[in-house]
T-cell receptor, first 112, second 116 residues
Framework: QKEVEQNSGPLSVPEGAIASLNCTYSDRGSQSFFWYRQYSGKSPELIMFIYSNGDKEDGRFTAQLNKASQYVSLLIRDSQPSDSATYLCAVNGDTGRRALTFGSGTRLQVQP | GAVVSQHPSWVICKSGTSVKIECRSLDFQATTMFWYRQFPKQSLMLMATSNEGSKATYEQGVEKDKFLINHASLTLSTLTVTSAHPEDSSFYIC????????????FGPGTRLTVT
């Protein structure tokens, strides 16, 4: 069983809609959670992080964390074609190693 | 803030030669740096974790004698691909972590290696 799971997509939404990206993780000891955006041919870019249950908002992005259910999500409001990318969920579970466990990513397509 | 640079951005080399890739954290000290490889349309694959002043920890299946990692300072790590072969052609990406707080990682822009 993969430690961080994401639907590979593609998730297709019309411009202006809300895109909802989901991620589940298996390590209950995980403490911090990250969303990265990766455009084709580029390296990942950190969008948001969250470590407390609930919602965290930053501009058009909202990260949601539910530790009891072991899922984290990313909402993108007013989606734009420029948001079309692969979104990677990453989890920090083993603080001793400081390594993040990445999901395989969800490809988002925003249709103009 | 949290800028990571990588050099070179792309390199073409002949089979059997070695290539060195540099990763620098420009505006913070990186206690830990990571090296990833990514093949087209595939996920990031962690190759190794390096802490300043100590030996790198390699992931299972990664040849440490082929992929030499040096983390000489808190702002610089290097990856040397020795005796490169065409199957080593890939996108190599480093990331750096301040090593405190949430352990977030900031990625460099990547190096595209082509071995002919």
């Amino acid at each position: 069983q993969k430690e961080v799971e994401q639907n590979s997509g593609p998730l297709s939404v019309p411009e202006g809609a809300i895109a909802s990206l989901n991620c589940t993780y298996s390590d209950r000891g995980s403490q911090s959670f990250f969303w990265y955006r990766q455009y084709s041919g580029k390296s990942p870019e950190l969008i948001m992080f969250i470590y407390s249950n609930g919602d965290k908002e930053d501009g058009r992005f909202t990260a949601q964390l539910n530790k009891a259910s072991q899922y984290v999500s990313l909402l993108i409001r007013d989606s734009q074609p420029s948001d079309s990318a692969t979104y990677l969920c990453a989890v920090n579970g083993d603080t001793g190693r400081r390594a993040l466990t990445f999901g395989s990513g969800t490809r988002l397509q925003v249709q103009p | 803030g949290a800028v990571v640079s990588q050099h070179p951005s792309w390199v073409i080399c002949k089979s059997g030669t070695s290539v060195k890739i540099e990763c620098r954290s420009l505006d913070f000290q990186a206690t830990t740096m990571f090296w990833y490889r990514q093949f087209p349309k595939q996920s990031l694959m962690l190759m190794a974790t390096s802490n300043e002043g100590s030996k790198a920890t390699y992931e299972q299946g990664v040849e440490k004698d082929k992929f030499l990692i040096n983390h000489a300072s808190l702002t610089l790590s290097t990856l040397t691909v020795t005796s490169a072969h065409p199957e080593d052609s890939s996108f190599y990406i480093c990331s750096a972590s301040p090593g405190r707080g949430l352990y977030e990682q900031y990625f460099g822009p990547g190096t595209r290696l082509t071995v002919t």
